[in-house]
């Protein structure tokens, strides 16, 4: 998801700051985004060479890197303390003026909020998988998102060449609730033998015309990071969202969709 925001930001103009954990990764983010420019340039979205279009992104392990940074968006993967720890780092390197936002698609920005020192310089800024196909963001706005950054948010946004879709803070927001219920549902038809992982896609896509289905999309988003997601929302909206037994199997297994090579559906 990082990759993938911090490719739409570079080819919307901007100069990009990716940090990572360690130079490993902070490498292979910036493969993955190089990769995404070359996708770009195939489809005529984009013009020129991938070298002209990288010389505006810097790749970092340390949050100090922020410090020149007019926004930055925290996506690393759906862990409370995580995400707490990420965002305070970042906020204690960004300047008093600089915008903070979070990519989680479920957890608290007001519980987030609560744990930052400029509660009125931070929302939600929920992108989707995969982000450069995406066409939609999710703008999350807390109880203290001051009405500057509201504001700013569907600039930005637009000028992404997405679409905002503005929703005040929620478990689950109005996305992450529907989609996760429909994936969760569809779950449980696999592990009770209704139909196949297919079928169950098929019914979706050809009879309601979803882009892609949810038990594929459960595999892009990895299985793992949406059974965060379903626990995360059944410890705030009850048991209508426990994870089926089958996704518990799948994660222990090592089943974690594309990113593993197997989920409910196999890759090469």
Sequence with gaps: MGSGIAHAFLISGAHVVVVEVDDAAAQAARDRIEKDLGASIDRGK?????????????????????ADRDLVVEAVPEVWDLKVESLRRAESNMGQ?????????SMSVDGLAEELERPDHFCGLHFFNPV????????V??????????????????????????????????SSRLGIALSL???RMVEEGVAAPEDIDHAMTLG?????????????VGVDVRLDIAEYLESRLGPRFSPPQLMRDMVERGDLGKKSGKGFYTYE
């Design 141 to 174: 706005i807390g109880e203290k998102t001051s009405e500057q950054l509201t504001s700013l948010t569907q600039d930005w946004v637009s000028g992404l060449g997405k679409t905002p879709v503005t929703v005040h803070d929620a478990p689950g927001f109005a």
């Design 46 to 66: 984009i013009e020129g060479a991938v070298q002209e279009w990288s010389t505006n992104l810097e790749v970092a392990t340390e949050a100090a890197a922020f």
């Design 132 to 139: 450069p196909a995406s066409k939609l963001v999710e703008v």
């Design 97 to 105: 003026d600089a915008w903070l936002a979070t990519n989680t698609s």
């Design 208 to 220: 309601y015309k979803h882009p892609v289905g949810p038990l594929a999309l459960t595999d892009i």
């Design 185 to 187: 549902e569809a779950i």
